[in-house]
């Protein structure tokens, strides 16, 4: 059994994958538009070109997504997907790419349990925790 991600996005989606393939070092595995499914009388009208599938690996995840109407399409709420990172200067380095043009709810700070630790919402309204974990004790 496995367990996936999947997000909705207002009209952005593949410049969002795009966008995570770039900077998290993701690989886009699938991507296909309203137009390129097999009935086109179920494409929305002026959603040609949107996003009706798109599927990528970023480590060990896979993350899917797709676009929804925009008058449908709201940020996420009460929900993150938590990147782990190797070092400070990856969580440092992230944080602020994924921050640029988003909302910060957590500054990028050492805690109690994390070298670095930080919570956002990207501009494209996907909401992350970014953190480089301290060992913990078994």
Not at 33 to 44: A, L
Request: glycine fraction near 8%; proline fraction near 7%; include cysteine.
């Amino acid at each position: 059994m496995k367990l996936h991600t999947y997000l909705n996005y207002g009209g952005n989606c593949e410049e969002a994958f795009r966008f995570y393939e770039k900077n998290l070092g993701g690989k886009i595995l699938a991507m296909m538009r309203y137009s390129e499914q097999p009935d086109p009388k179920n494409v929305p009208p002026g959603s040609e070109k949107a996003i009706l599938y798109a599927n990528m690996a970023i480590g060990e995840t896979q993350l899917m997504g797709s676009d929804v109407p925009t008058e449908n399409f709201q940020p996420m709420r009460s929900a993150y997907l938590s990147l782990s990172v190797d070092s400070t200067v990856d969580a440092e380095r992230i944080y602020k790419l994924l921050g640029e043009g988003g909302e910060i709810f957590m500054p990028m700070a050492e805690t109690f349990f994390a070298f670095r630790f930080g919570m956002l919402r990207d501009r494209f309204g996907t909401s992350w925790m970014i953190l480089h974990q301290k060992p913990m004790p078994a």
